[in-house]
């Protein structure tokens, strides 16, 4: 049962990501990686939410499979983030890649510790 919640998840994830990380490229037709940063920002977010409503026992083990494991294991996109990343190296934009990781990461520590936050608020 729980490598079905897992690969529901992921099914449901990396859907989610293509839809959402296209549209968000497409809408902002930029040739920097918007779309991965927004759903690795989201991504994270989301699991410090699910995370800590697990935590404080709103969420069950299953969910957390179902959700953390599945669902934004296959939505959030670190393996992208990383070859977009060294494209970036690669042609010499090294300005562009101090932005990309950096709001990355540092969004992506914000985002998660806000999802924490709003389990607390919750629960």
Known sequence: ?????????????????????????????????????VINVSGSLIIGLVLGLVDRGALSSQARLLLAVGVLGGYTT?????????????SGDYGS??????T??????????LGLIMARAIV
């Open 78 to 90: 670190f393996s992208t983030f990383s070859y977009e990343g060294l494209q970036m190296v690669q």
């Open 104 to 113: 990355h990461l540092g969004l992506g520590l914000l985002a998660a510790n």
């Open 1 to 37: 049962m729980n490598i079905l919640l897992v690969a529901v998840g992921g099914a449901i994830g990396a859907t989610a990501r293509y839809l959402i990380g296209g549209w968000i490229q497409g809408w902002v037709g930029s040739s920097f990686p918007w779309g991965t940063l």
């Open 97 to 102: 890649l101090l932005v990309y990781e950096a």
